[in-house]
């Protein structure tokens, strides 16, 4: 059974810092990995997704890399916001399978 | 395209009550699926729609519950004789089909369900 798991559970920093999230999965048979972005009651927005023959993704701020053999993801967001302050979920997709299955999120607070 | 939809947002009920939930995918997706979250969780799945056809659900998915997409639409999610425990977030999911290039599951906004 694929298990994820996503540390820090929370984290302060100030506005402008560089931060990293982490995830780590235990089956490295996957097929993709999508990292959202989940506001307080809201529902999740995808922030970018990595397919398990590439090595990273970025899109703007956002930068997430993959590491299939280690079972590992990092989400690198530069120069934080407080529009940031959100829970970032993992997700992993598994070869063979169409459902995700999700870490319990790193909650964010970026403050002023 | 507006996205996933989900109706209602909100449904505060009393236990051994029925509930059902719609959710509107992505037009033209036609994959669905259906997670539950829980306070401090992630999303956990419940059952995927491949168009029409139910093709996998999760051991989660008791015999109180039940998931149908009849057109290969929109899906309803009902919950039957509710217990204090189905309190949760049920998030509904889309994606588009194989070969599209776009591998994205795209989620609704939830519907957050209270059972009193």
């Known amino acids: 059974k694929q298990e994820v798991t996503q540390i820090p559970a929370a984290l302060s920093v100030p506005e402008g810092e560089n931060l990293v999230l982490n995830c780590s999965f235990t089956?490295?048979?996957?097929?993709?990995l999508q990292w959202f972005r989940q506001d307080p009651g809201k529902g999740l927005t995808s922030l970018l997704l990595i397919q398990s023959s590439q090595r990273e993704q970025t899109s703007g701020r956002l930068n997430a890399s993959l590491d299939k053999s280690s079972g590992r993801s990092t989400l690198y967001i530069a120069a934080s916001q407080p529009g940031d302050s959100a829970t970032y979920l993992c997700?992993?997709?598994?070869?063979?399978?169409?459902?995700?299955?999700f870490g319990k999120g790193t909650m964010l607070l970026v403050s002023p | 395209d507006t996205g996933v939809s989900q109706n209602p947002r909100h449904k505060i009920t009393k236990r051994g009550q029925n509930v059902t939930f719609r959710c509107d995918p992505i037009?033209?997706?036609?994959?669905l699926y259906w997670y539950r979250q829980t306070l401090g969780q992630g999303p956990e799945f419940l059952t995927y729609?491949?168009?029409?056809?139910?093709?996998?659900k999760s051991r989660l998915l008791s015999d109180r519950f039940s998931a149908e997409r009849p057109k290969g639409s929109f899906s309803t999610l009902e919950i039957q004789r509710t217990e204090q425990g189905d309190s949760a977030m049920y998030l509904c999911?889309?994606?588009?089909?194989?070969?599209?290039?776009?591998?994205?599951?795209?989620f609704g906004p939830g519907t957050r369900l209270l059972v009193l």
């Open positions: 729609f491949q168009n029409e056809a139910q093709l996998e």
């Open positions: 999911a889309s994606s588009p089909s194989p070969g599209t290039g776009d591998e994205t599951q795209y």
């Open positions: 037009s033209e997706h036609n994959r």
């Open positions: 997700a992993v997709r598994l070869t063979g399978y169409s459902t995700l299955t």
């Open positions: 089956d490295s048979a996957i097929y993709n």
